[in-house]
């Protein structure tokens, strides 16, 4: 890469602000910025206002840095000075070309009420705010990427649009008629709720069924796209399966727990190749596996929002019999984890599409579809739990949201102080007593030699380890 060369124009304001310029032209040679500025180049004898007027006319220089402090203002207002003589020449480029690039202002100093120095013929220009020690490196960074051209957010390139938008008739689900008569049942015929869910159960698991995809393509880019459609385009369905949790759960009525495990169980059979198939790829059923792990997630994050522990539990800690595509049950029990998943092919399409690096697109995909009514705390919270619900019951699981809220305050956890509150959740941590859950903790933190830190490479938020969260040292010590 050639070097870049830049000019900067300022105002001997005082040797304070002279100071300032210069450590700014030292730091920006060091990143590779070849800076020209009269300090290093004018010579007694020289003609400084030629100098200025070659600098700034030159095509060699690719940027005019214009460093605006109070005294840099007035005298381009009033056209005094070296500063004045500047003013003619760049002013003039400026409002001939109003999409000049060339000129980067740049404010190293704002007034008492905080408003920078700017003169007239910059007013309504986008400047880089050096002025602040606390912003000065993101600011700085911005300055590097546009001398380089390498901004963090470019335009993505133009896709094509979602084929769905373009299909006669929109799919209609019977899960919906149920959602709607399910108020009437938990009121007046709250015995038939079992019947119900199990009917709900049953036509979501055939709905569901219709967006499997099709082999079209083997080209990452264009597969990872198709999934990502095909997950938007089954939302309604999956909005269907929410609201009736949300009511199923909330309301204190009775009913076969167990038939949600059985669902769950069923529902692994979506990520095998149906009998008559003769040719797939394992990607061809990552939307399944997806859509398996987000409506599981969901599933303990309304539990949790309901307050609802005792379903909660059962979810996490019932033995789950997966089936194969003949509907047999495998033989070993598995747990919650059997749900879990890391969609890796849409990296590609992700990044072509948004332009960024995602340390997981698909807890951001996950993330970005949250319905009204949820925020991103309740769903890293209960991801979370199952990430800590696993760690004292040797389930992997790792929280592929944390990133999304790495404050560390969540209610389930921060309660446990409260020995009311352990009563309640108990359950959620595998524990029967409060010595039984102290022991495990102080167990996992004397064995923890600090190599156990997990989080996404390159991150500078990792993931809480569990007696940090639950502090064994405070747990139930308060009423």
Known sequence: MNPKKVFISYCWSNPDHEEWVINLAERLMSDGI????????????????????????????????????????????????????????????????VSQEKFIPIVSERDAEGNAFLPTYLEGRIFIDLSNNDAFEENYETLLRNLYARPAYSKPKLGRPPSFLFEDTPITFKT????????????KHPERLSYTLRDF?????????????????????????????????????????????????????QYDEDLLVNFFEDLTQLNTPEDNTTSWTDHLFDNFRFIIYEIFLYTITIGLRNENYKFVHNMLYSSYFTKDRYDNPRNEAKTYSAFYCYLEIIKHYYKETYSKDYFSPGADLLITRIPEGLTKKHIVQADLLC??????????????????????????????VSMKHFEKVKSLFGANTLIELKTKLIEIRNNDKGTDRIGYAGSFEWVQPIYNIINPDTLGSKN
């Open 176 to 187: 919906s008629s149920i959602v709607r008569g399910l108020d009437q049942i938990i009121e």
């Open 387 to 416: 990430y800590y619900a696993g760690v004292l019951s040797d389930i992997r699981w790792f929280p592929q949201t944390y990133v999304y809220d790495t404050s560390g305050r969540f209610e389930l956890f921060y309660k446990m």
């Open 201 to 253: 159960l049953e036509e979501f698991y055939i709905n569901l069924k219709q967006f499997k995809i099709e082999i079209e393509t083997r080209e990452v880019y264009d597969f990872g796209k198709k999934i990502c459609e095909n997950i938007i385009q089954y939302t309604p369905l999956r909005n269907d399966y929410l609201i009736f949790i949300d009511k199923l759960t909330k309301n204190g009525v």
């Open 34 to 97: 070849d800076v020209i500025i009269d300090k290093w180049y004018l010579k007694e004898g020289n003609d400084k206002y030629d100098f200025m007027e070659s600098m700034v006319k030159s095509p060699e220089i690719s940027k005019v840095l214009i460093i605006l402090d109070k005294k840099y203002a007035e005298k381009a207002d009033s056209r005094k000075g070296g500063v004045g003589t500047e003013t003619q020449i760049i002013s003039s480029k400026v409002y001939k070309d």
